[in-house]
């Protein structure tokens, strides 16, 4: 069973910090590149970080650079590091999967259930 499980979320004050966790289970990590995503009320969702599936490549969306860390490990996790958080990075955080290349607009195969960022001012 693919399962994409998403932790660290919470509620922060305004410069604040969390990392996120999207743990991977049932498919076959090494070929897949894993994204973060967002999604806050009455907006789109929005492409916020992105890791290929040889771990060397990064993406991050123009609002999150300098601010955000993608990265993976051994245990097919990845984690997302946010600083300096802001209340315009409430949502909730989702990670998912798609085989191969990452880019914006392809379907993604797999998808995690969220966790909820809060940034309060």
């Known amino acids: 069973e693919v399962q994409l499980v998403e932790s660290g979320g919470g509620l922060v004050h305004t410069g604040g910090s969390l990392r996120l966790s999207c743990a991977a289970s049932?498919?076959?990590?090494?070929?897949?590149?894993i994204g973060w995503f967002r999604q806050a009320p009455g907006k789109e969702r929005e492409g916020v970080a992105y890791?290929?599936?040889?771990?060397?490549?990064t993406y991050y969306a123009d609002s999150v650079k300098g601010r955000f860390t993608i990265s993976s490990d051994n245990t097919n996790t990845v984690y997302l590091q946010m600083n300096s958080l802001k209340p315009e990075d409430t949502a909730k955080y989702y990670c998912?999967?798609?085989?191969?290349?990452?880019?914006?607009?392809?379907?993604?195969?797999?998808w995690g259930q969220g966790t909820q960022v809060t940034v309060s001012s």
């Open positions: 998912a999967a798609v085989w191969g290349t990452y880019y914006p607009g392809v379907d993604l195969d797999y």
């Open positions: 890791i290929d599936a040889s771990g060397s490549g």
């Open positions: 049932g498919f076959s990590f090494d070929d897949y590149a």
